[in-house]
Every structure is written in C-alpha cells, then in structure tokens.
C-alpha cells in the first residue's frame, strides 16, 4: 500500500519502524514521537485496522441522484470531522477550527457545484 491511501491516524510500518500518519506527508515514530517526511508514494505496510480497510468501489453509475449524492457527501465530511477529533498530537483550537471551517467550505463549495449546470459553449 502506499503512504497516500493510508488515512490519517493509520498506523503503518516503513523502513523497520512503526509509525502513525499525522498528516498527507507527515508520520510521527511509536517509539520517539519524531516527525518524519513520507512521499505519497513510499511503499508501507498498514498495521491494525488499516491493513483490513475496504478499497473504494472501481467505478460509479453514469447516473446519481440529487440526494443520494448529497447524502454520500455529508457521510464523507462527518467522516472527515470524526476523524479530525482523532488526531494525534491534538490540534489546538484555532488549528481545529480552521480546519472544521475549511472542509465545512469544501462542503458547500462541492454541493453548489454539483448543483450548478456545467456551462455549454457556443
């Protein structure tokens, strides 16, 4: 698996040592707490319940209703925000903060584009 399909708070194994993803490129070591640099693509073993996570399905229908795409889209980001109380070090405030008001930006910013019929040239 590589670094990037781990999700943050996985813990994995990388070059002889344990580790858990703290961020898209940052690891911390189980055993110092050091930070570590991992590139997307660097080859890691999940350890835990990130070595039995489900892949995503290949391929989507031509065709998704309006609510069934807002539902799905709401379960990610309640996702997202699940998992942002687990991260570990704790954020402090003002970081949580803005990260809750970036994904809750996202949100609406991916609804009211899906919303939005695509224009058509002329």
């Known amino acids: 698996m590589r670094f990037h399909q781990l999700p943050i708070g996985a813990r994995f194994e990388w070059r002889g040592a344990r580790?858990?993803?703290?961020s898209p490129l940052m690891a911390s070591g189980e055993a110092d707490a050091t930070q570590k640099l991992v590139a997307r693509s660097a080859e890691v073993t999940p350890l835990?319940?990130?070595a039995q996570r489900p892949t995503a399905p290949s391929g989507l229908p031509s065709t998704l209703s309006g609510p069934?795409?807002?539902?799905?889209?709401?379960?990610f980001f309640a996702h997202c925000r699940a998992a942002l109380q687990a991260v570990d070090p704790a954020l402090t405030a003002a970081q949580r903060a803005a990260l809750l008001d970036a994904i809750e930006?996202?949100?609406r910013e991916m609804l009211t584009g899906l919303a939005t019929p695509p224009a058509t040239d002329c």
Do not use: L, P, S
């Not at 069934?68 to 379960?75: L, M």
């Open 48 to 50: 835990g319940d990130a």
């Open 19 to 22: 580790y858990r993803k703290v």
């Open 105 to 107: 930006t996202a949100a």
């Open 68 to 75: 069934a795409v807002a539902e799905a889209a709401q379960d």
